[in-house]
């Protein structure tokens, strides 16, 4: 297996403090509403309490990733030596197709710059030996980064969480773990 | 051919930085005007080493204090991460501290001193700061010939910056003379003299040994939120195998993270609390060495136990089942070290205080105070010892104050200066601004001097504290920002962020201190509270010699210097404040514990379940029950904090919008149907204060009869301020430590209705 760099998102541990989003937008300064990594908070039929569990996602650095495959100008490109797809956006001529084809959202419509653009793993970070931002960002801890080996991840890391759109040609190197509820006791009126 | 474009991996095009770089190395730079540098760096950025990096430390009022570490290149913040080198930060920022970049050269900000041309009209007009001052001290010097002292100005300051220099602004005040000042705190008070009249201090364990506790209860409180560096040692407690339990009216994101989360009626704390005493008390479960050696007072509290409460009574009246009730206080009392962390919206309640008087008793009757990983857990000040050296000013000779004896109190330092002088400033409950300012007569305020606090973001009542700034002659205020006190202001002075001046931050939670460097030049014509007190006093000396005794210093490492002595040193392991220029330090303690010597600073010298003090300032010697506030509406009205926001600061950055689009109130599924109120409509949400309109969020979080909106002033095009529906009631108290009570601001109740 080549090697793959992947997030691992531990739902569990996640507080959605969206430290990791702003973290991004403080490395890279994308404009008001250019979002590469963002908060998904979990439906009702996933998780019962309202925006109590999230999922942070941005780009899943597929094994087979889509945007590679529709680029025209070979904008998107799969590293071979950690599987890092990255987007150079000076290469970017906006013709969509990778906003358009991308089934998890990752690449984000720059309106303003007229370009596509995504997240590339911070990779002239990984590259100078640091960690990506949002990863080094995260308080909680609930953001990592990991190598997906031959090995096998315990069972509680799931490539498909509950949530979590299954596209399985594209093969997301984005791994998780699911949030827990806690046990309650409500009572129903306060005064 | 796709290998070869791997090498590049370029994430960012050329931009207009790229052309500064160049035109740095063509030495045209300096030719350009100074707003280049300035008013655009904003700009799109990427990672590419060889940064020039500097300490710095965020100073809001915020238990994490992180220390920055800050990238700076040509003169430009590019961008900013936590400190690796402070355990506690551990490299991470919060929302709010990552979105400092933005707020630097965000282009909403206060650029130029300004004087709005009728105050409220928008009618701004950008003046020299020679202008602004003269103006002000002219205004000062009309006070003082027209009343014979200077009491007619006062200073409504708190904690937008907790930067230990920005003291200077009261500082800057003395120096002028005897002035009126708003003294006590909004936030925390009550829990403060509830710690104080227990143990004599609030002086809570080093957050980072709450890994070693076996059972932790966070009451009240929104680590996941508010301290969002602690959670990582509550994950770490958890896996070595302790429960959280989180006790709150709101199933909060630290709730989500609980084993056990308990939805408690609000404010009936302190009736849980003392049920979970009696339980402890009746199973024998309580520590007879603490009770017995280290105590005072535990067979009258044990006999109030007795003669008023049981379980099945507290069960009643805070909503939380008998069963539960003994479980949670078994599991507690058996579980060593157990710590419970009482937050600070458990306390703003006209029974806050005594509420966390019963929650310490809970910790000390269990032997939980003194040990690591143990302890009640509400905040300390221990690292807070500076000189204060720009706080301390003496009065101009022949200076008239304030005949009474007031004495200026804060939970952070001693009294402003020693003397025993004949005269003094005058005081006014910080929290009643709008009514002390209608009603202060003989001299009435006239000049408003407003820093480091946005009062019409905070402050309650806001109709009224509308008509108090009416009667004023002439408003200051010092900010960054055109927030609603700015457009209630004559006068607006644009003020420094964080990188651009020195100063020192240490926290009130955990037990780092933190270096803050000047990373970049002052943008615009921002200065910071310290040079601009240094500029006052040179117009006020210009104007009347002799007038003003501020030094005119204006390099504020001079004055950061001047903060730090010996036994910051010696605390903190450093020779001089340049050591910690390498990165933040850690007070050297003798243990993660408070009162680990299980000396206690109260009158007894031990742990007082019966205090002496409490009764004198009006308050029962027992945590007795205290019953609630009155509900004067149909809905309980909760306003906590929200991740992005530090009160009235961050909401309004353009980028937070990305995540935090606009305010919502939250309101249980039932109480929308039987309502008729629809997901995501528009509603009205009124009391006898004011009204608020906004989209309803429905949502589980909240009992049938709550109503939550996070605070606080949202900015950009909105005028949602949740302060419109808040009285300024008082909490039970925080007059011992801070000269006046805080405000019960979760007591606070209000209908709610389609718009």
């Known amino acids: ?191 | 051919m796709k290998k070869d474009l791997l090498k590049t991996g370029g994430i960012c095009p050329l931009s207009r930085r790229s052309f500064l770089k160049s035109a740095a190395a063509a030495g045209i730079l300096s030719s350009l005007p100074a707003g280049i540098l300035q008013a655009a760096e904003w700009e799109r950025t990427h990672y590419e080493g060889d940064y020039e990096t500097f300490r710095n430390a965020c100073p809001r009022n915020c238990y994490d204090t992180c220390s920055i570490k800050s990238y700076v290149k040509d003169g430009v913040l590019r961008f900013v991460e936590g400190a690796k080198e402070s355990t506690f930060t551990g490299g991470a920022l919060c929302v709010k501290g990552f979105s400092y970049p933005r707020r630097v050269y965000s282009p909403d900000r206060i650029k130029y001193p300004m004087k709005q041309i009728g105050r409220g009209t928008g009618n701004w007009k950008r003046i020299s700061w020679d202008e602004a001052l003269t103006e002000i001290s002219n205004k000062i010097l009309e006070i003082k010939k027209k009343d014979g002292s200077l009491l007619g100005m006062a200073l409504d300051k708190y904690s937008g910056n907790f930067g230990i220099t920005h003291y200077g602004v009261e500082g800057m005040m003395s120096s002028l003379g005897y002035t009126t000042r708003f003294v006590g705190t909004p936030c925390w008070p009550a829990g403060i003299d509830a710690q104080n009249f227990d143990m004599g201090n609030m002086w809570c364990n080093d957050p980072e040994d709450i890994v070693k506790a076996k059972y932790i209860i966070i009451w009240g409180g929104n680590p996941a939120w508010n301290s969002v560096h602690s959670m990582k040692f509550v994950y770490e407690a958890q896996e070595r195998g302790a429960k959280v339990v989180v006790i709150d009216p709101i199933m909060t994101q630290t709730a989500a993270k609980a084993d056990l989360y308990i939805r408690i009626k609000t404010s009936e704390d302190g009736s849980l609390a003392l049920g979970m005493a009696r339980h402890i008390l009746d199973k024998k479960l309580y520590s007879k060495e603490f009770t017995t050696k280290h105590s005072k007072g535990f067979d009258e509290f044990a006999a109030y136990l007795k003669k008023n409460v049981t379980v099945e009574w507290a069960a009643e009246k805070s909503g939380v089942p008998a069963n539960v009730i003994r479980q949670i206080a078994e599991e507690f009392a058996s579980a060593s070290p157990a710590t419970i962390w009482a937050g600070y919206g458990l306390q703003r309640h006209t029974n806050g205080g005594v509420n966390v008087r019963a929650i310490d008793a809970v910790v000390a009757m269990t032997g939980n105070i003194g040990i690591e990983g143990g302890g009640a857990r509400y905040g300390h000040l221990h690292t807070w010892g500076f000189n204060y050296n720009a706080m301390v000013q003496k009065q101009p000779e022949g200076s008239v104050g304030y005949l009474g004896k007031d004495k200026i109190k804060s939970e952070f330092h001693g009294p402003e200066g020693e003397a025993q002088a004949a005269y003094s400033d005058r005081t006014i409950n910080i929290n009643k601004i709008a009514e002390s300012i209608l009603t202060t007569n003989e001299p009435p305020i006239r000049l408003l001097w407003v820093a480091c606090k946005n009062p019409f973001g905070q402050d309650f009542d806001r109709n009224k504290l509308k008509k108090a700034f009416d009667k004023l002659e002439m408003v200051v205020t010092v900010d960054q920002f055109f927030n609603e006190t700015v457009q209630n202001s004559d006068i607006v002075l644009p003020c420094t962020t964080l990188f651009e001046e020195y100063t020192v931050n240490v926290s009130y939670w955990h037990y780092w201190i933190g270096l803050n460097e000047k990373a970049i030049p002052e943008q615009y014509e921002a200065k910071s509270d310290l040079q601009i007190a240094a500029m006052l006093s040179k117009k006020m000396n210009e104007l009347e010699a002799g007038s003003c005794t501020f030094p005119q210093i204006t390099d504020t490492k001079v004055w950061m210097e001047k903060e730090f002595n010996d036994g910051i040193h010696k605390l903190f392991g450093i020779e001089s404040w340049e050591d910690l220029k390498n990165g933040p330090r850690k007070a050297q303690l003798p243990s993660s514990a408070s009162w680990n010597e299980m000396k206690f600073g109260t009158p007894s010298g031990k742990y007082e379940f019966s205090s002496d003090l409490a009764a004198e300032y009006g308050h029962t010697k027992l945590p007795e029950y205290k019953a609630p506030r009155k509900a004067y509406d149909k809905f309980r009205v909760l306003t906590p904090h929200t991740q992005f926001a530090l009160h009235s600061q961050f909401n309004n950055i353009d980028i937070m919008r990305d995540f935090n689009p606009e305010p919502f109130v939250y309101i249980n599924p039932a109480a929308a149907a039987a309502k008729g109120i629809k997901d995501g409509e528009t509603v009205k949400v009124v009391n006898k204060t004011g009204s608020v309109t906004l989209k309803a969020r429905v949502t589980d979080i909240v009992a049938e009869d709550v109503l939550v909106l996070y605070e606080a002033w949202f900015g950009g095009k909105t005028d949602f301020n949740i302060q419109e529906l808040v009285d300024d009631e008082s909490s039970d108290m925080g007059t011992f430590k801070t000269g006046a009570p805080g405000v019960a601001l979760h007591d606070q109740f209000a209908g709610i209705e389609k718009a």
Request: aromatic residues 8%.
């Open chain 1, 1 to 191: 297996m080549k090697k793959q760099l992947a997030f691992l998102v531990n739902s569990k541990k996640c507080i959605g403090c969206y430290s990791c989003a702003m973290a991004c937008k403080n490395q890279y300064h994308q404009e008001k509403g250019v979002v590469w990594r963002k908060l998904k908070p979990l439906e009702a039929k996933d998780y019962p309490h309202r925006d109590r569990a999230f999922y942070s996602l941005a780009c899943n650095h597929c094994a087979t990733p889509i945007c590679v495959e529709v680029c025209p100008v070979g904008a998107h490109v799969k590293r071979e030596k950690d599987g890092i797809v990255v987007h150079s956006s000076d290469k970017c001529i906006y013709c969509r197709q990778c906003i358009e084809a991308c089934p998890y959202g990752a690449p984000a419509d720059n309106v303003e710059l007229q370009r596509a653009e995504k997240c590339s793993m911070c990779v002239e970070r990984i590259d100078a030996g640091l960690l990506p931002a949002c990863v080094q960002g995260c308080p909680a801890k609930a953001i990592t980064l990991i190598e997906l080996t031959e090995e096998k991840l315990p069972d509680y890391v799931k490539q498909y969480p509950v949530g979590f759109d299954k596209f399985e040609e594209l093969n997301p190197s984005t791994r998780f773990v699911e949030a827990v509820k806690p046990k309650l006791v409500l009572n129903k009126k306060d005064l």
